[in-house]
């Protein structure tokens, strides 16, 4: 089994990155916000999960073991392969996963594009007593926050690949999701970016308002 790779980042592309690994180039599959962190010349490490199939073998990174660790206790739920397990990450961190999990809360596996009701239903079934939160306090409180450090990076890296610094980005979008608090609490990536650059953009129309003035 590969644990982990540690070497270069060769490439970073949409969903997938390549680390030269002693003159060896390995590929993997990532959630936006693994990608996110990894830059292309930089040493990087990241730990992998290998999915073996009859015809093929894949490797997905993960930024932290406890990722790696919920999306492997994923794999075992009937009728989730690893590009689902893949999105639920993509969407939830590992924590708000087994938040989810414990809490028995359905809805909040629905958020992952591909899960439908009943998918969701299945995956609070066969995940309870398997994913418990490791965090301390109030499990229900805890939910929210957590659904706020997932959508973020995601975001960030969107509005990044657009031409913005991150700094810029992290900065506009929390100054959008201030004005449309119910956009945020949705949690959806899509809506928060779409949210997030029609507010950059009354913003520069105002800009341009007060100079003819």
Known sequence: MISFLRGPVAHVGLSSCVVDVNGVGMSF????QTLAGLR??????VHTSLVVREDSLTLFGFAAPEERE???VLLGVSGVGPRLALAVLAVHTPEAVRVAAHTEDAKAFTKV?????????RLVLELKGKLVPLGSGD??????????????????????????????????????????PEIAE???????????LRWLGQGARAVKAGARG
Do not use: C, N, Y
Not at 29 to 32: D, I, K
Not at 113 to 121: L, R
Not at 186 to 196: D, H
């Open 113 to 121: 594009p591909g899960i439908g009701p009943k998918v969701g239903a």
């Open 70 to 72: 919920v999306f492997e």
């Open 40 to 45: 292309v010349g930089e040493e990087a490490t």
């Open 186 to 196: 949705a949690g959806s990536v899509p809506e928060i970016l779409r949210a997030t």
């Open 139 to 180: 499990v229900h409180a805890a939910a929210p926050a957590q659904a706020d450090a997932a959508w973020k990076p995601q975001v960030i890296a969107a509005m990044a690949s657009l031409g913005w610094s991150e700094k810029d980005a992290a900065s506009s979008i929390d100054k959008a999701m201030a004005d449309a």
């Open 29 to 32: 599959w990532a959630t936006p």
